[in-house]
């Protein structure tokens, strides 16, 4: 069998069977080490994704990457369940030599009914996107949250404490982001939303269940000019601005004013059309990469039990066109 030279780490991939767009997304099948071949055994210890559609996600090649750095026997696969079927898939999964998986879309908020645990945070924000499975038992949290403040905090160099905090969207992304700053103790948060009442039905949410510390902004410009003079951090959780529509804005970027820190969490493009704005206009940005590899470093942790590769996993990101 020819070789793939474009894959001779690996030795056994040939172009015919494993395209390079494959080998981007999946990541390694198998690993070299001390001049040995290891390969998915009856030892390996299993890690899914269950979405879909799942054809673009960047995680099994972030994730297979890390565990090949670290040496582990875990593997990372992407599993499309279309969802009458996920009670029976999470059933199975509990079964085997699992030791966990990512949930996304469409899947967040049902998987919770078919779930043995669930996280406190988890169950405050109200959707699951990561499962651990020990001794038959599962056990759901959310990172999401947790991935985007690490990024926050990390690459901004600020606390999120005592800040103010505007967060433009209210879908899934924003509860488990907003949730997440109301309980590290966010100053302030608003929250504007296209649709008002889903943003008055969050916040409302957040106050009850965290504490009082989040607001509304309405649609009024007035009203809006006064949040952002007000606000520390400007996100975008809308997926506004995403390839291929990279040209459209979620928000009046002539509102941004010098050295506040504009965030996006679409990481494709990396460099949005907001962010681009935001930094002509003197603004600290902070791209959706972040969020993506810290939220995945997350689920890593609590597989594993061991500290992530997390420059590798963002190295990998990087590397996918």
């Known amino acids: 069998m020819k070789k793939d030279s474009r894959n001779s780490d690996f030795g056994f991939f040939t172009e015919p069977c494993w ?13 070299k080490k001390d001049n040995h071949m290891s390969i998915v055994d009856v030892n390996t210890k299993l ?28 593997f990372y696969l992407p599993i499309e369940v279309v969802p009458e079927n996920l009670k029976d898939v999470a059933r199975g999964i509990s079964k085997m030599n699992f030791a966990g998986y990512n949930v996304t ?33 599962t056990t759901g949290y959310n990172t999401d949250g947790e991935g985007f403040v690490q990024s926050l905090e990390t690459e901004a160099r600020i606390s999120i404490k005592g800040k103010r905090h505007l967060i433009v969207g209210c879908g899934g992304a924003a509860r488990a982001i907003a949730m997440t700053m109301a309980f590290k103790g966010a100053g302030k948060i608003l929250i504007s939303n296209r649709t008002e009442q889903k943003a008055y039905d969050l916040a409302g ?14 649609k009024d410009p ?18 506004i601005g995403m390839h291929p529509d990279e040209d459209r804005l979620p928000m009046d970027t002539e509102l941004l004013r010098k050295g506040q820190i504009v965030s996006d969490i679409v990481y494709n493009p990396a460099k949005t059309e907001l962010l681009k704005r935001a930094e002509a206009k003197g603004c600290k940005i902070v791209t ?6 810290y939220q995945g470093a997350e689920g890593f942790r609590l597989w594993t039990g061991v500290a992530p590769p997390v420059e590798e996993m963002f190295a990998v990101v990087r590397a996918i066109k």
């Open 205 to 218: 949410e957040i106050n009850d269940k965290v504490r009082p510390c989040c607001h509304v902004v309405g």
């Open 105 to 137: 879309v469409p899947h967040k908020i049902r998987i919770m009914e078919h779930i043995d645990h669930i996280h406190e945070l988890a169950t405050v924000i109200g959707a699951v996107n990561v499962v651990t499975i020990k001794d038959g038992r």
């Open 19 to 31: 395209p390079r767009s494959c080998l981007d997304r999946v990541g390694p099948l198998l690993s």
């Open 288 to 293: 959706g990469i972040g969020m993506l590899v």
């Open 222 to 239: 007035k009203e809006m000019k006064s949040a952002f003079q007000q606000v520390d951090v400007v996100i975008n959780t809308t997926s």
């Open 47 to 74: 890690v899914g994704l269950l979405g879909n559609p799942l054809g673009h996600s960047f995680s099994p090649a972030m994730h297979n990457k890390a565990f090949q750095t670290l040496g582990l026997n875990f």
